[in-house]
């Protein structure tokens, strides 16, 4: 590295400081990538391919969703139910909605029976596709 001190004569203070800013940016940069163990997938998460993974599992045949067009009423309206069944469970929203499509039985939205939603997909869905399905379904 080039002395900051040579910089600044040869090309004068704000140069010097130009190039002090740029390294500490790039030696900073090793944040925010996301874990080998998936524990920040959601970091990662692209609500867009969630909206895909969506309709293609068929979710809107039995749910209600504003962002995909979808109105389904087998199960509970998505758009309505998420936020306040979150708070009845007490858990966070993401944690809420991942449990919900993975172990849908552990928490059953009032007015719905167990046994309905498919218990399949936490066997189907990767990691990832299920942090892009929550994601687009937190954020829409
Ligand atoms: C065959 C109909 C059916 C399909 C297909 C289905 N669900 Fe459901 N879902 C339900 C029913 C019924 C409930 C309410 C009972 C419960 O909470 O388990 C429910 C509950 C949920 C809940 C919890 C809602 C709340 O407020 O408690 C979420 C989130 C959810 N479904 C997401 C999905 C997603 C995402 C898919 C597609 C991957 C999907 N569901 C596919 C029927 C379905």
Do not use: W
Not at 82 to 93: C, I, M, N, Q, Y
């Amino acid at each position: 590295m080039v002395p900051a001190a040579s910089i600044r004569r040869r090309f004068g203070p704000s140069a010097a400081a130009a190039i002090a800013s740029l390294a500490l940016a790039a030696c900073g940069g090793g944040n925010g990538e996301g874990a080998p163990d998936g524990t920040s997938a959601d970091e990662a998460a692209d609500p867009a391919a969630g909206k895909r993974i969506y309709v293609d599992q068929g979710c809107g045949t039995c749910h209600a969703l504003e962002a995909a067009g979808s109105t389904g009423s087998v199960g509970p309206d998505l758009d309505a139910a998420l936020r306040r069944d979150a708070e009845r469970s007490g858990k966070p929203l993401d944690e809420f909605v991942r449990e919900s499509i993975v172990d849908p039985d552990v928490f059953v939205a009032p007015g719905f029976k167990a046994g309905v939603m498919p218990q399949t997909f936490g066997g189907e869905l990767s990691d990832q596709e299920l942090a892009d399905l929550v994601a687009f379904l937190t954020q829409s």
